[in-house]
T-cell receptor, first 116, second 113 residues
Framework: NAGVMQNPRHLVRRRGQEARLRCSPM?????VYWYRQLPEEGLKFMVY????????ESGMPKERFSAEFPKEGPSILRIQQVVRGDSAAYFC??????????????FGQGTRLTVV | AQSVTQPDIHITVSEGASLELRCNYS??????LFWYVQSPGQGLQLLLK??????LVQGIKGFEAEFKRSQSSFNLRKPSVHWSDAAEYFC???????????FGTGTRLKVLA
């Protein structure tokens, strides 16, 4: 059973371009979470999605960031018009059901975005 | 405010020595506590978790952690470190029914041969 797969592992974008980060959850998992890790900081929650639904996007910046988890295919985190401050590691996690008691979220290897 | 503090950014120990990584938290609800490890270029792997019950929790790879409510701490320990333990360690806190974990900034462990 493959783990949570994120691609690309490394992404370089120029300022103003768009970045698309993909996350395929573990087989059988229908809950996806995105976290961002800025340099020298811990992981910060961004968004929680189920298939075709955004459940909680309270951690997402108000502008330029969006996320989706379609019925078919991976979850996508999209950053439009990237700026240098978007440079970070973006981690995806998935679980069988909502994270909480006795539910473990499995993390992917992350996508390291560098904006030049 | 909810927060997790890992006061040690870097720790270096010799192989075979004991290890303790510190974690303090501030959380309004009854905390669920986690330790994750991240090897270079890898994702986060769950080492252990505490929800309730026995305050001394055993995890994988010979790690254990002790929950001390009075000190708001959840320190990670290992009696004898192996070179393969070199990695970054993250403490996290959540609550029942929540999916929003609050992570510390991590402690990077270096192991000397």
């Amino acid at each position: 059973n493959a783990g949570v797969m994120q691609n690309p592992r490394h992404l370089v974008r120029r300022r103003g371009q768009e970045a698309r980060l993909r996350c395929s959850p573990m087989k059988g998992h229908s809950h996806v979470y995105w976290y961002r890790q800025l340099p020298e900081e811990g992981l910060k929650f961004m968004v929680y999605l189920q298939k075709e639904n955004i459940i909680d996007e309270s951690g997402m910046p108000k502008e330029r960031f969006s996320a989706e988890f379609p019925k078919e295919g991976p979850s996508i985190l999209r950053i439009q018009q990237v700026v240098r401050g978007d440079s970070a590691a973006y981690f995806c996690a998935s679980s069988e059901r909502q994270g909480g008691m006795n539910t473990e979220a499995f993390f992917g290897q992350g996508t390291r975005l560098t904006v030049v | 405010a909810q927060s997790v503090t890992q006061p040690d950014i870097h720790i270096t120990v010799s192989e075979g020595a004991s290890l303790e990584l510190r974690c303090n938290y501030s959380y309004g609800a009854t905390p669920y506590l986690f330790w994750y490890v991240q090897s270079p270029g890898q994702g986060l792997q769950l080492l252990l978790k505490y929800f309730s019950g026995d305050t001394l929790v055993q995890g994988i790879k010979g790690f254990e952690a002790e929950f001390k409510r009075s000190q708001s701490s959840f320190n990670l320990r290992k009696p004898s470190v192996h070179w393969s333990d070199a990695a970054e360690y993250f403490c996290a806190v959540g609550a029942k029914g929540t999916y929003k974990y609050i992570f510390g900034t991590g402690t990077r462990l270096k192991v000397l041969a």
